[in-house]
């Protein structure tokens, strides 16, 4: 896993043109799931940051804490962004798999779509944030 510092450092400054070096870190038929996406290969995990890129101002990852152990690691991670003008952070969390050659072949994220962005949002926030006071044990009042 000698590769898992350098993969972190290429995440936190991620940038449009260093997308295309994804190829360095993931193997070729590496899986990769979060909230909104679960697709296979390096072309279809590049596709995401492009996305990302192509639909937020300025984002970025602050990475937080890291455990590895053999062949794994979970990475705790901050992600801010700018829609519209206006800024957002989701909270969230990384397992990370890798193969024998230090190639990640699994990247789950875990984070709370509903907490971390929709609630959050115009529109669709306030039917959530109701859904989410109406379902607590402990009211927020």
Known sequence: MNTLIPL???YSTLT???VQFAKQ???PNAKFKDPFNEVTGVPAIESIFKHMFATTDNPRFIIGETIAQN???FVTWTFEF???GKPYQIVGGSH???DEAGLVTLHRDYWDAAEEL???LPI???PIRWLRKRFSVVSAD
Do not use: M
């Open 118 to 120: 929709l609630q959050k």
């Open 82 to 84: 700018s829609l519209k």
């Open 124 to 126: 669709i926030g306030a």
């Open 25 to 27: 870190f993931y193997a």
């Open 8 to 10: 972190l450092n290429w």
């Open 16 to 18: 449009p043109q260093t």
């Open 96 to 98: 990370l798999v890798f």
């Open 71 to 73: 062949q794994q690691a």
